[in-house]
């Protein structure tokens, strides 16, 4: 049973950066897998922003491509989400999320059924 548990989240002024971290137990590093950063702001839809898969192949929404970075450290368990260039839309509650399938390409953050998220962290831009 996979479990995740972000943290990171916090307020930052816009240009700014933050990294979020999201501990990761129970799967299993040699089966596929698909890990993926969504967010949610207040009145929106729910919004896929990075994933990684177990080949380390990553896709990126257009809002954050050249601006943050996804990655995991197989010896830490860890899936982080590094965010640079920082602006006031970014804000909202981040949350970490794992599929064992691999990532349905560009169509991730649709077609990934998803099943597992952590308890999200609040990440604010002003």
């Known amino acids: 049973h996979v479990q995740l548990v972000e943290s990171g989240g916090g307020s930052v002024q816009a240009g700014g950066s933050l990294r979020l971290s999201c501990a990761v137990s129970g799967y299993t590093r040699d089966l596929p897998y698909c890990m993926g950063w969504f967010r949610q702001a207040p009145g929106k839809e729910r919004e896929g922003v990075a994933s990684i898969d177990n080949e380390g192949d990553t896709r990126y929404g257009d809002a954050v491509k050249g601006r943050f970075t996804v990655s995991l450290d197989n010896a830490k368990n860890t899936l982080y989400l590094q965010m640079n260039g920082l602006r006031p839309d970014d804000t909202g509650m981040y949350y970490c999320?794992?599929?064992?399938?691999?990532?349905?390409?560009?169509?991730?953050?649709?077609?990934?059924?998803?099943?597992?998220w952590g308890q999200g962290t609040q990440v604010t831009v002003s």
């Open positions: 999320a794992a599929d064992e399938h691999d990532c349905y390409g560009g169509n991730w953050h649709v077609m990934n059924p998803f099943p597992y």
